[in-house]
């Protein structure tokens, strides 16, 4: 089991940032993948970025260069620093993690990037 609390969403401008917190009950280099998803209203889930098994990150072409993934060990913390966000990136954002052959979430936090 692992359970995963976010943090850190709200309502900004445009061009501005946030920094997303997922705490983890599990030390998060233990983890087989973990990372953070979001939907929008009327679409699928989709990965934004992600640790994967062997030490690489992948990040979704729609957040390339704004967004960074980074994990504390210590604090068994993951986040999510979106930089230059856009109207686009409005959506619920999901903390996930893959473990024991399970998919584990957390209960998402609402970003809203207003134009």
């Known amino acids: 089991q692992v359970q995963l609390v976010e943090s850190g969403g709200g309502l900004v401008q445009a061009g501005r940032s946030l920094r997303l917190s997922c705490a983890s009950s599990?030390?998060?280099?233990?983890?087989?993948?973990m990372g953070w998803h979001r939907q929008a209203p009327g679409k699928q889930r989709e990965a934004v970025a992600t640790?994967?098994?062997?030490?690489?990150?992948n990040y979704a072409d729609s957040v390339k260069g704004r967004f960074t993934l980074s994990r504390d060990g210590a604090k068994n913390t993951v986040y999510l620093q979106m930089n230059s966000l856009k109207a686009e990136d409005t959506a619920v954002y999901y903390c996930?993690?893959?473990?024991?052959?399970?998919?584990?979430w957390g209960q998402g936090t609402q970003v809203t990037v207003s134009s």
């Open positions: 996930h993690a893959r473990f024991g052959g399970n998919d584990f």
């Open positions: 599990r030390n998060v280099f233990n983890i087989f993948t």
């Open positions: 640790f994967i098994s062997g030490g690489g990150t």
